[in-house]
Nanobody, 114 residues
Framework: QVQFVEFGGGLVQPGGSLRLSCAAS????????ISWYRQAPGKERVLVAQ????????VYRDSVKGRFTISRDNAKNTVYLQMNNLKPEDTAVYYC???????WGQGTQVTVSS
């Protein structure tokens, strides 16, 4: 059974940092591209970052370029999202998933507020 468990969210002040983790199971993780998405209140879920199976190729949403870094540890079946210089508009529930498959975890809440 495919499963994603996201954690690491929390409340942080503007300019602060958080590191999200996504633990995956039930599929061939090391052969899969993995994406981070986020959904802000009242808005659609959008792609934030994506990383190829080997970790070489990454894609970022324009609004997070230079602030967020996606990485992965295939030995631990885990993908990370390092978020620096956080802004209030980064407030959302963050999810990870495989592109093209409709399996979602419960997400982790990130709130950026003073």
């Amino acid at each position: 059974q495919v499963q994603f468990v996201e954690f690491g969210g929390g409340l942080v002040q503007p300019g602060g940092s958080l590191r999200l983790s996504c633990a995956a199971s039930g599929f061939s993780f090391s052969e899969s591209t993995i994406s981070w998405y986020r959904q802000a209140p009242g808005k659609e879920r959008v792609l934030v970052a994506q990383i190829s199976s080997g970790g070489i190729h990454t894609v970022y949403r324009d609004s997070v370029k230079g602030r967020f870094t996606i990485s992965r540890d295939n030995a631990k079946n885990t993908v990370y999202l390092q978020m620096n210089n956080l802004k209030p508009e980064d407030t959302a529930v963050y999810y990870c998933k495989r592109p093209g498959y409709d399996h979602w975890g419960q997400g982790t809440q990130v709130t950026v507020s003073s």
